[in-house]
């Protein structure tokens, strides 16, 4: 079974400038979270999809991240413009339901923000 | 709300030696709780996770964790430490729905040959 799979694996950006991050979760997921760890911290959620709906984004800074999953699957996260305290790993988790419990993680996004 | 507090930022074992992980939690309701595992450049990997029926979890590599409702404790531990189990763990608290996943700052194990 192939895992949830993250590009790009590094990105180094300057502050005001704008970046994407892409996570194609595992077949047959319906939920779909993206989680933000800083160093040294634990993983904080940024938004959670059921399908291509918005279950919970409470914690997305709205005026700069933004994220979409149009046809359910595959999503992306964008940051623009980024901050330097944006730099971190971001996380793409599925699972295969809505409180099934179990989160399948992918490697991550480190990004670097300069 | 809920919320888990891991007590040590970092541990150092010797290879062969008992591990010791520790984790205190806060639910205003019986929770669920999980001991994840993240290893260098890897992803988050689930090690178990504990539902309400034994108290004492087993997981996978060995590991395994005791909820304790009186201390609102749920350390993970290992009779004898391996040097792959050098790795970041971190303890997490869902929310009753099973949606929200609660994560604490995480220990870094070092493992010494």
């Known amino acids: 079974e192939a895992g949830v799979a993250q590009s790009p694996r590094y990105k180094i950006i300057e502050k005001r400038q704008s970046v994407a991050f892409w996570c194609n979760p595992i077949?047959?997921?319906?939920?779909l979270y993206w989680y933000q760890q800083i160093l040294g911290q634990g993983p904080k959620l940024l938004i959670q999809?059921?399908?291509?709906?918005?279950?919970?984004d409470s914690q997305l800074p709205k005026d700069r991240f933004s994220a979409e999953r149009l046809k359910g699957v595959d999503s992306t996260l964008k940051i623009q413009p980024a901050k330097l305290e944006d730099s971190a790993v971001y996380l793409c988790?599925?699972?295969?339901?809505?409180?099934?419990?179990?989160?399948?993680f992918g490697s991550g996004t480190q990004l670097s923000v300069l | 709300a809920q919320s888990v507090t891991q007590l040590d930022s970092h541990v150092s074992v010797s290879e062969g030696t008992p591990v010791l992980l520790r984790c205190n939690y806060s639910?205003?309701?019986?929770?669920?709780l999980f001991w994840y595992v993240q290893h260098p450049n890897k992803g988050l990997q689930l090690l178990l996770k504990?539902?309400?029926?034994?108290?004492l979890v087993k997981g996978i590599n060995g590991f395994e964790a005791e909820f304790k409702k009186s201390e609102t404790s749920f350390h993970l531990t290992k009779p004898s430490a391996h040097m792959s189990d050098a790795a970041e763990y971190f303890c997490?608290?869902?929310?009753?729905?099973?949606?929200?996943?609660?994560f604490g700052t995480g220990t870094s194990l070092t493992v010494i040959p």
């Open positions: 988790a599925s699972s295969p339901w809505a409180g099934d419990e179990k989160l399948f």
């Open positions: 077949s047959g997921h319906a939920t």
């Open positions: 999809f059921q399908n291509n709906g918005v279950v919970d």
């Open positions: 639910s205003s309701y019986s929770p669920s």
């Open positions: 504990y539902t309400s029926a034994a108290t």
């Open positions: 997490v608290v869902s929310d009753p729905t099973g949606n929200q996943f609660y």
